[in-house]
Nanobody
C-alpha cells in the first residue's frame, strides 16, 4: 500500500507561481509513473502532467506546457509540480497519482490507469 499526500496549494494572483508536493509513504516510488491531475468544480478530473522514470519520459497537457514542470526527489520519496505563470483557468483541486503497472510505456492520460491517489490540494488563481 502507498499513501500519497499533496501539499503546497493556495491562493495566488495570475502570473504567480506555486510548487505542489506529493509525499509518498508505505514504500518507495522511484520506479513508478507519477502524475498530476486536476478537477475544477463541476468538471471531470483531467490529466495535467506525468513522469515515467523507466522510459525517461515526461508529458503534459497542452494547456500547461511551458508553464508546469514535474520533478521528483527519490531520497524524499516525493514528486513535485512546479507551476509558473498561473492563470485563473488553472484553478482546481490538484491530485497526485501513482501507476503501479511496471510495464507501462509513456505516461497514461486516463485516471483509470492509476492505482493510488492523494486527497488533493486546492489551487486558486485570482485575476
Amino acid at each position: 500500500q502507498v499513501q500519497l499526500v499533496e501539499s503546497g496549494g493556495g491562493l495566488v494572483q495570475a502570473g504567480g507561481s506555486l510548487r505542489l508536493s506529493c509525499a509518498a509513504s508505505g514504500r518507495g516510488i522511484s520506479s513508478n509513473i507519477m502524475a498530476w491531475f486536476r478537477q475544477a468544480p463541476g468538471k471531470d478530473r483531467t490529466f495535467v502532467g506525468g513522469i515515467n522514470p523507466k522510459t525517461h519520459s515526461e508529458d503534459y497537457t497542452d494547456a500547461v506546457k511551458g508553464r508546469f514542470t514535474i520533478s521528483r526527489d527519490n531520497a524524499k520519496n516525493t514528486v513535485y509540480l512546479q507551476m509558473n505563470d498561473l492563470k485563473p483557468e488553472d484553478t482546481a483541486l490538484y491530485y497526485c497519482a501513482l501507476d503501479d503497472n511496471p510495464y507501462m510505456r509513456g505516461v497514461p492520460y486516463s485516471t483509470t490507469h492509476y492505482d493510488y491517489w492523494g486527497q488533493g490540494t486546492q489551487v486558486t488563481v485570482s485575476s
